[in-house]
């Protein structure tokens, strides 16, 4: 059974930070690139980073990027989004994707809420 499980989302005041943890199973980890999307109310699902299989090549959305890093752990299965400097309008459902490049098979996660608020 394919699984992708985010966690660690929740509630922060502006400025503050949280990490997000997506944990993989039930396919090779190691043969999808990684990426974490975000849907914010009333907007289309946009790419907040991606990582690619062995984690040396990182991309961010221009919004974010210094802000975020996104890394991996193919050992433990796991996808981790490091977010500082949270802004108001980072707030969104974060989904964790896993995409693997021989033929586009993606897997997506139930999302995980991240509300950002004073």
């Known amino acids: 059974q394919v699984q992708l499980v985010e966690s660690g989302g929740g509630l922060v005041q502006p400025g503050g930070s949280l990490r997000l943890s997506c944990a993989a199973s039930g396919f090779t980890f190691s043969s999808y690139a990684m990426g974490w999307y975000r849907q914010a109310p009333g907007k289309e699902r946009d790419l907040v980073a991606r990582i690619s299989t062995g984690g040396a090549t990182t991309n961010y959305a221009d919004s974010v990027n210094g802000r975020f890093t996104i890394s991996r752990d193919n050992a433990k299965k796991t996808v981790y989004l490091q977010m500082n400097n949270l802004k108001i309008e980072d707030t969104a459902v974060y989904y964790c994707?896993?995409?693997?490049?021989?033929?586009?098979?993606?897997?997506w996660g139930q999302g995980t809420q991240v509300t950002v608020s004073s």
């Open positions: 994707n896993a995409i693997r490049a021989i033929d586009y098979s993606q897997y």
